[in-house]
């Protein structure tokens, strides 16, 4: 069953730790996603990359930076984690191509900063 | 912002059909309609896509109206565990700046009840 793994299901971290979210897809996909989803908000993207090495921001970057140096591992980064950034992540990938069915989503990191 | 627009929540009796519908009033010839779905503290599920002609899978059916500027997401027989929030979505075709992104709004709670 092909699938799309987040490393965490709740992280836990203090404000100025230094966060990385780890993501891995089985599909050979070439495109990956970073997604935060908060009450009265929906998901948001946050970062995308299309290729290894290669990242584009989202709607709402600020705070967050990834690495994607293997094609089946993008990694969300969070400088310095702050308490606004408490949410849910949701890690996701899809083929490059829309005859592709769509987006395969992770199970989701509940992420706390305290 | 989401290019779409679905009534927040609705209701459907158990075993009879949920037709969600969605507008799309802006839709360009070269973009998709997806729809995906997400039961609580999971990741989002791919139901169903389509161009301009109806589209049927194990899920569901997608009803696109002639001019494209709405759709409806056919349930045949809602069961419980198709209560969820239901997102309808429109993607570009590949080719553009917007590689494979999609832009979630706020969706329709589907509530299906005994």
């Known amino acids: 069953d092909v699938k799309v793994t987040q490393s965490s299901r709740y992280l836990v971290k203090r404000t100025g730790e230094k966060v990385f979210l780890e993501c891995v897809q089985d599909m050979d996909h070439e495109n990956m996603f970073w997604y935060r989803q908060d009450p009265g908000l929906g998901l948001r993207l946050i970062y995308f990359?299309?290729?290894?090495?290669?990242?584009e921001k989202g709607d709402i970057p600020e705070g967050y930076s990834v690495s994607r140096e293997k094609k089946e591992r993008f990694s969300l980064i969070l400088e310095s984690a702050s308490t606004n950034q408490t949410s849910m992540y949701l890690c996701a990938s899809s083929l490059w191509g829309v005859k592709s069915y769509g987006y395969t989503f992770g199970s989701g990191t509940r992420l706390t900063v305290v | 912002d989401a290019k779409t627009t679905q009534p927040p929540s609705m209701d459907c009796a158990e075993g009879r059909a949920a037709n969600l519908p969605c507008n799309h009033s802006?839709?360009?010839?070269?973009?998709?309609v997806y729809w995906y779905r997400q039961i609580h503290s999971q990741g989002p599920q791919y139901i169903i896509h389509?161009?301009?002609n109806n589209e049927t899978n194990e899920m569901a059916s997608l009803i696109i109206t002639e001019d494209r500027k709405s759709s409806t997401l056919i349930l045949p027989h809602a069961t419980l565990r198709d209560t969820a929030v239901y997102y309808c979505?429109?993607?570009?075709?590949?080719?553009?700046?917007?590689?494979?992104?999609?832009?979630f709004g706020q969706g329709t709670t589907l509530q299906v009840k005994p």
């Open positions: 802006t839709i360009s010839g070269n973009e998709y």
């Open positions: 389509g161009l301009k």
């Open positions: 990359s299309y290729d290894v090495k290669m990242k």
């Open positions: 979505i429109v993607r570009v075709a590949e080719g553009s700046s917007n590689t494979g992104k999609l832009i």
